[in-house]
């Protein structure tokens, strides 16, 4: 079965660079989430779209922004990137009903700055 | 808004025993769900095992089971007949409105 889809796996950038995170949701999927999960946390909620329009946003830093597209897939752009933005990013679909159909997660981009 | 607590940070098993992770939860919907996720050393999130808060029966996944208990407001994880591919970081999550909200996850660790 299709999965989330998120390149690149890894990532280094230096401080002060920007970075794209993409993320390709199942295919019907119609919402796409957007996670950060720092060393031994749990994943903080950034962004959600639902039929690509912004429905939630968490805790997104200001240098942070996401958009979906027409073919639902999702990037997530950071600029200005500091030391404390090296995390892992989760990028999860599901139906506008998680409740019924779950969340499926992407296995993630590990970003690391330098 | 929800809150998820799972309460040990730590768990430890021996192989093929069983292992019970706590979750409580606090929500104001009449209408809810509770996931459970595995992410192991790797990275990924993987879904173990979802229960609906007007379901009758507790979940059952393989060896997986959820210990529901509303009126407590608790989802506990049950893990029977642990394996050493068992080790790793488990959440519970609950809906919030358009994002799943995560517990801050308990690890745990099977031993030979």
């Known amino acids: 079965a299709a999965g989330v889809i998120q390149s690149p796996r890894h990532l280094i950038k230096e401080k002060r660079e920007t970075a794209t995170l993409k993320c390709y949701p199942i295919?019907?999927?119609?919402?796409v989430y957007w996670y950060q999960q720092g060393p031994g946390q749990d994943p903080q909620f950034l962004i959600s779209?639902?039929?690509?329009?912004?429905?939630d946003k968490g805790s997104i830093p200001d240098r942070f922004s996401a958009q979906q597209f027409s073919d639902y897939h999702s990037e997530l752009n950071m600029s200005s990137l500091e030391l404390g933005d090296s995390a892992l990013y989760f990028c999860?679909?599901?139906?506008?009903?998680?409740?019924?159909?779950?969340?499926?997660f992407g296995s993630g981009t590990r970003l690391t700055v330098v | 808004a929800q809150k998820i607590t799972q309460t040990q940070p730590g768990m430890f098993v021996q192989e093929k025993e069983a292992v019970t992770l706590d979750c409580t939860y606090d929500?104001?919907?009449?209408?809810?769900?509770l996931f459970w996720y595995k992410q192991p050393s790797s990275g990924e999130m993987i879904f173990l095992i979802y229960?609906?808060?007007?379901?009758?029966q507790n979940a059952t996944e393989g060896r997986y089971s959820l210990n529901f208990q509303k009126a407590r407001k608790s989802a506990n994880l049950v893990i029977s007949a642990s394996q050493l591919g068992d080790s790793a970081m488990y959440f519970c999550?609950?809906?919030?409105?358009?994002?799943?909200?995560f517990g801050t996850g308990t690890r745990l660790l099977v031993s030979p």
């Open positions: 999860a679909s599901s139906y506008p009903s998680g409740l019924d159909y779950g969340y499926t």
């Open positions: 295919p019907r999927h119609d919402t």
């Open positions: 779209f639902y039929e690509k329009m912004q429905s």
């Open positions: 929500t104001s919907d009449p209408s809810y769900g």
């Open positions: 229960q609906g808060s007007y379901d009758q």
């Open positions: 999550a609950i809906p919030g409105f358009q994002k799943l909200v």
